[in-house]
C-alpha cells in the first residue's frame, strides 16, 4: 500500500473508454459532479487476481446513473470489462476497484439536461479498512441521520449522499472512535458510515432492513454464507434500545469486509464464534475457497 497522494501516483486510470497516465486523469473545474454531486461509483475488491461479484457492482453502478437521471454509455459487460484490464494494467492481484460515473461541465447550475456522462476506473492497493479488525472496532452514535426515502434517491450509491457519512465519521474520530452507527429518519438503527450491521442473538443473526438502506452486496453475501451454516437470519426494524440484548455486532460492506465491532458507545460487545466464523467464510467465499 502506498500513501501517496491520490493525485499523485504512477500508474494509468481508464477514463471514458481509454487509459491515461494517473497523473492526467482531470476533469474541468466546472465539471457538474464537482457542484451538485452528480456522480455515482462503486468500491469493488479483487482477490487473487479475480474482482468479487463484479457484474452485481456494475450493475448496481449502472442502477444508481438511472436514479439520480442519466445513462452510463457502457453496458454492465463494457463496465465488467473496463474493471478488468484496468486491474491487470494495474499489475496488482488483491486491490480495490473504483468504477464511477458523473456529469461533466457543458452546463452549469441545477439544470445539466445536456452534460455528456463520463465514466472512470481507477485501481489501488487498499488492505484492511479498518487497522487490527480482528480485535474489533468502537463505534459511536452519529448526530446525522440517514434521510427518508422520499428525500433522496437512497437506493443510489450517489456521491453526494455520503456528505453526512464524511461528517459522522469525522466527528466519530475526532472522539476516538473508529466509525459511527446512524440511525435513519425514523430512529431505527440504519448502517454505519460506509457498511451495513448485523447482531447477534442466542446464535442468530439481525439486520435491519430500513427502506432507506443500499441494496448492499456485501449484506446479501453474508445472508447467504449464513444459510450455508443454516444460521436463522431475522432481517427487520431495530431499535436503539435493543443494543444492551445483543452478544456480538459486526459490520459488513466491500471496503470493511466483515469486521467485529467490540462497542457502540458504552455498550460492550465480544466477537464469538459466530462472528469469527463468518470472517472466515467471507474470506474463503471471496478467495475462491468456498462454493455456496
Known amino acids: 500500500m502506498t500513501d501517496a497522494a491520490f493525485h499523485d501516483r504512477d500508474g494509468y486510470i481508464w477514463m471514458d473508454g481509454e487509459f491515461v497516465d494517473w497523473r492526467d486523469a482531470k476533469i474541468h473545474v466546472l465539471t457538474h459532479a464537482l457542484h451538485y454531486g ?3 461509483f462503486e468500491g469493488d475488491r479483487a482477490y487473487d487476481g479475480e474482482i468479487f461479484a463484479l457484474t452485481d457492482h456494475s450493475a448496481r453502478l449502472v442502477n444508481s446513473g438511472k436514479l439520480l437521471g442519466f445513462d452510463i454509455p457502457y453496458s454492465v459487460e463494457q463496465i465488467n470489462t473496463a474493471c478488468n484490464e484496468t486491474l491487470a494494467k494495474s499489475g496488482l492481484s488483491s486491490a480495490y476497484v473504483r468504477p464511477f460515473a458523473w456529469r461533466g461541465s457543458e452546463q452549469m447550475g441545477v439544470a445539466a439536461q445536456n452534460n455528456t456522462i463520463h465514466m472512470a476506473v481507477a485501481v489501488w492497493a487498499w488492505g484492511d479498512y479498518f487497522e487490527d479488525k480482528m480485535k474489533g472496532i468502537t463505534l459511536c452514535m452519529a448526530e446525522w441521520r440517514r434521510p427518508a426515502p422520499e428525500t433522496i434517491p437512497c437506493k443510489a450509491k450517489g456521491a453526494g449522499l455520503y456528505m453526512i457519512c464524511t461528517l ?3 466527528t466519530a474520530a475526532a472522539k476516538g472512535f473508529d466509525d459511527a452507527l446512524m440511525l435513519d429518519y425514523k430512529g431505527r438503527i440504519a448502517e454505519c458510515t460506509g ?6 442473538r442466542d446464535g442468530e443473526l439481525h439486520t435491519p432492513t430500513n ?4 441494496d448492499g452486496i ?3 453475501t453474508v445472508l447467504a454464507l449464513a444459510k450455508h451454516r443454516g ?5 427487520r426494524d431495530i431499535w436503539p434500545d435493543e443494543l444492551a440484548t445483543f452478544s456480538e ?3 459488513v460492506g466491500t ?5 467485529p465491532v467490540r462497542s457502540i458507545e458504552a455498550q460492550k460487545y465480544t466477537p464469538g464464534d459466530l462472528t469469527k466464523n463468518m470472517v472466515d467464510d467471507y474470506d474463503r467465499l471471496v478467495r475462491r475457497k468456498l462454493k455456496l
Open 38 to 40: 452528480s456522480g455515482v
Open 168 to 170: 459522522s465519521k469525522h
Open 195 to 200: 457498511a451495513h450491521i448485523f447482531f447477534v
Open 211 to 214: 427502506d432507506i438502506l443500499l
Open 218 to 220: 456485501t449484506h446479501k
Open 231 to 235: 444460521i436463522q437470519v431475522h432481517a
Open 249 to 251: 455486532c459486526f459490520i
Open 255 to 259: 471496503a470493511a469486509e466483515i469486521t
